[in-house]
């Protein structure tokens, strides 16, 4: 539930978790954003920064500052003026990523962990079976078959959280267990209900359904997208993938290689409430891609 | 301008550049700030040779290295003791010396705690990285080529103006434990309400063996169970499956986070976010504690007020300045 008052923790002596409620939900996720936004414009003097999450925003602070009781009356009043959520409307750009499904970095990466530290059934085989689906083609389908949100971004730099739009496409996976100790750069992964693509060369839980040429993060900040900024995505926006072969993926690769890459952005799009609810009533959630 | 180098004859064990606060504004982005974990001892170097508190500075863990100096420079060592030499002769901790160029400024093994800090008069001038010049390891950034030190890499120094024989007084130094036992401050909260009462006072009762699995992105912690609350074990699946797992939320710096029944205080190269409870937090107070202790060692928690923590926090603060400094 999204609760009437949200509740402030204290994380010791420069932290505060603000807990808006407690459950995986788009509204609440929403509305941890929106809020986040409003307290980054207020630019409060004594708030270094934000960690919004699912449900919550973890505050560091300066407590010579701004007292922990300051701080959080100044943050409810903004929680309280933001308004019905059924108004909000906010900017939200679509990031289109191609995947290579079923692909050969993924494969080589799932046979080094079978061989090097337990046997496991192959990911995607894990995934169709699941969640009952009739193979990597339907697989694919519906994993390109919706807009993702961004729903978080962190635990390692640049790795951004991503929960279907669509809840025709919302599938479950299990982690890895043991964790593998290392996951190629661009894997795409599913863990939960959560779909992500692997900023760098990283350890890893989630399943391995795909890969893709073109980087999320890139703290050299070599090609275009990255000169801004060197992490693409941001809470709020979306992510759209789209399956390709293998020769489509190869020049894609040797374009990201040879540094003239460019991300295909819908800087344009806006995100508004009212219409995904009104769209979300329309669905029938027997239908499947 | 000419720079000043000292290059790297060994290269000690993942010895870092540093410096504090580290990285702000990319917590968010899912860069935790990195920093030194000794922040007391390492902005007491800085001021003994004329940096800015925060200025960056070498961290040596365990085993320190060994550098020349290629020009002449004001030096000065805070924090463990890990048998420093230069030129051969031994060199005071928590005092300011002249180093000659073509030196060699040699560190050993740590004989009390585990950090040792090195400033140097004028500081390093490693290109920044997000504002901050401290390394990531685990993100590859910040730092010398986002890396510790390798044999045979140079460290850009700027033009300082270094004074010798400058000294910290006794009484504004970190005391470094010799019974190998710290009594570390914790807050309660966020998630102290997943914990039962008998599980908290276990927590607060018990001794915590700190564990070789540890590093700077997390102190693991080995010690008795963990007994929960009705919160942990009656809640929806989207929280997990463990009672220590909860809806991803973002990680505090300090926070003990419980995975499973394993605790580990994260520090300031933490992952940024995760799906597991943080029920107490360790404050920047106790920081200079976690830094100096080494695997073996054990912990008793104390459990402070976020006013009380804050106000510790202060008092170290008043500590790393000028009125500190006496002339040796």
């Known amino acids: 539930m999204i609760y009437d008052e949200p509740k402030f923790l204290p994380g010791g002596d420069r932290f505060i978790e603000m807990e808006l409620g407690d459950e995986l939900n788009f509204d609440l996720n929403f509305l941890v954003h929106s809020l986040s936004a409003k307290i980054r414009e207020a630019e409060i003097a004594g708030l270094i920064e934000l960690l919004p999450n ?12 701004i007292s922990f009781a300051d701080l ?20 939200s750009p679509i990031y289109y990523i191609p995947v290579l499904y079923c692909d050969h970095v993924t494969r080589a990466c799932w046979e080094d962990y079978c ?135 190869d020049y894609i690769e040797s374009r990201v290689t040879a540094g003239d890459y460019v991300h295909n952005v819908a800087h344009y799009a806006k995100f508004s409430i009212r219409a995904y609810h009104e769209w979300l009533g329309t669905l029938d959630m027997k239908e499947r891609f | ?9 060994k290269p000690g064990l993942e010895t870092c550049v540093q410096d504090y606060p580290g990285r702000k504004g990319a917590f968010g982005m899912g860069f935790p700030p990195s920093g030194p974990v000794d922040h007391w001892s390492f902005r007491l170097a800085n001021i003994l040779v004329g940096n800015a508190p925060g200025d960056a500075a070498l961290e040596c863990q365990f085993i320190g290295p060994a550098l020349k100096f290629k020009a002449p420079a004001v030096i000065a060592l805070c924090g463990g003791d890990m048998a420093a030499k230069l030129g051969g002769a031994p060199v005071p901790l928590w005092q300011s010396i002249a180093a000659e160029a073509g030196q060699v400024l040699e560190l050993g093994s740590a004989l009390t705690g585990a950090r040792t800090y090195l400033a140097i008069a004028g500081s390093i001038d490693t290109p920044p990285f997000l504002g901050s010049r401290s390394t990531f390891v685990l993100g590859d950034c910040g730092g010398l080529n986002g890396a510790p030190l390798e044999v045979g890499g140079e460290i850009p120094v700027g033009e300082g103006q270094g004074v010798p024989g400058r000294k910290i007084k006794q009484s504004c130094r970190p005391a470094v434990s010799e019974n190998h036992r710290w009594q570390i401050e914790v807050c309660a ?49 989207e929280n997990g499956s463990d009672p220590s797992n909860t809806i991803d939320h973002g990680y ?65 603060n008043a500590m790393c300045s000028e009125d500190s400094i006496e002339q040796a």
């Not at chain 1, 959080?72 to 900017?91: A, Q, V, W």
């Not at chain 2, 301008?1 to 004859?9: A, G, R």
């Open chain 2, 252 to 316: 505090p710096i300090g926070a003990i986070n419980l995975c499973g029944q394993t605790p580990i205080i994260l520090l300031h190269d933490t992952l940024t976010l995760g799906g597991f409870i943080n029920p107490f937090t360790v404050p920047s107070s106790a920081f200079w504690k976690l830094g100096q202790s080494r695997p073996g060692d054990i912990y008793d928690f104390e459990l402070v007020s976020v006013d009380e923590a804050q106000a510790r926090k202060r008092a170290i």
């Open chain 2, 189 to 237: 909260g966020p998630n102290d309400d997943w914990i039962d009462a008998a599980g908290q006072q276990r927590f607060l009762k018990s001794e915590w063996k700190l564990s070789p699995k540890s590093n700077r992105v997390g102190f693991r912690l080995e010690g008795p169970e963990w007994t929960f609350t009705e919160k942990a074990t009656n809640k929806a699946p």
């Open chain 1, 115 to 249: 061989a090097k530290i337990t046997e496991k059934e192959y990911d995607s085989d894990i995934l169709v079976k699941l969640n009952d689906l009739d193979g990597y083609a339907q697989l694919a389908r519906i994993h390109s078959g919706t807009e993702y949100w961004v729903a978080a971004l962190g635990f390692y730099p640049g790795l951004a959280s991503l929960i279907a739009l669509d809840p025709r496409c919302r599938l479950t996976a299990p982690k890895y267990n043991p964790p593998r100790t290392w996951t190629a750069k661009g894997t795409i992964g599913y863990g939960g209900s959560v779909t992500c693509v692997y900023p760098a060369n990283t350890p890893g839980g989630y399943q391995m359904i795909g890969h893709t040429p073109v980087p999320v993060c890139d703290i050299e900040q070599s090609l275009p997208a990255f000169k801004q900024d060197l992490a693409l995505l941001r809470p709020g926006d979306r992510v759209r993938f789209f399956p390709v072969g293998r020769e489509e993926y």
């Open chain 1, 54 to 65: 699912m449900a919550s925003i973890v505050i560091s602070y300066d407590p010579d500052l």
């Open chain 2, 1 to 9: 301008m000419t720079m000043p180098m000292i290059e790297v004859l």
């Open chain 1, 72 to 91: 959080k009356s100044e943050i409810l009043s903004h929680y309280r003026n933001m308004g019905s959520l059924e108004d909000m409307e906010l900017l």
